[in-house]
């Protein structure tokens, strides 16, 4: 052995991650990473790491096997703005109608109502016209 004085305490196992070379008494400090991820067993946070799951856990660092790929997403309003019903795949509504639109399209057909209006109108004048007997001079 070695004279008490000179004993260092520390991790004597050389699979650890903190194995201390100069130890010479074990002190229990030994830290392991068994799955080898770069993270010590006892920092090891279970969890689903998948990003694309919808229960993903960004600070997971070993998979536990529970990563949810359902579709089903729960919507916080059961209405949209018109009234209906939300898609149940996604929670979305139908867009809103801009009323300024709706306005500029009444607009534009009541113009081509006059106009054809005026059409007609003058098709009406020319018939009457060319129709119209004609008076010889005298």
Do not use: M
Not at 25 to 36: A, P
Not at 38 to 49: Q, R, S, Y
Not at 112 to 132: G, H, T, V
């Amino acid at each position: 052995g070695v004279i008490d004085a000179d004993e260092v305490l520390g991790c004597t196992n050389s699979t650890a991650n903190n194995f201390a070379l100069n130890a010479t008494d074990e002190d229990g400090s030994c830290d392991y990473d068994l799955d080898d991820d770069g993270v010590i067993d006892a920092d090891e946070v279970l969890g689903c790491t998948n990003s694309t799951a919808n229960n993903f856990a960004l600070n997971a660092t070993d998979d536990d096997g529970t990563c949810d790929y359902s579709n089903a997403v729960a919507c916080t309003e059961d209405l949209c703005w018109d009234g209906s019903a939300r898609n149940p795949s996604d929670c979305s509504c139908p867009a809103e109608v801009n009323k300024s639109d709706t306005t500029s399209n009444k607009d534009e057909a009541e113009q081509e109502n006059y106009l054809w209006i005026i059409l007609i109108a003058l098709l009406f004048l020319i018939i009457i016209f060319r129709l119209r007997p004609k008076h010889e001079e005298e």
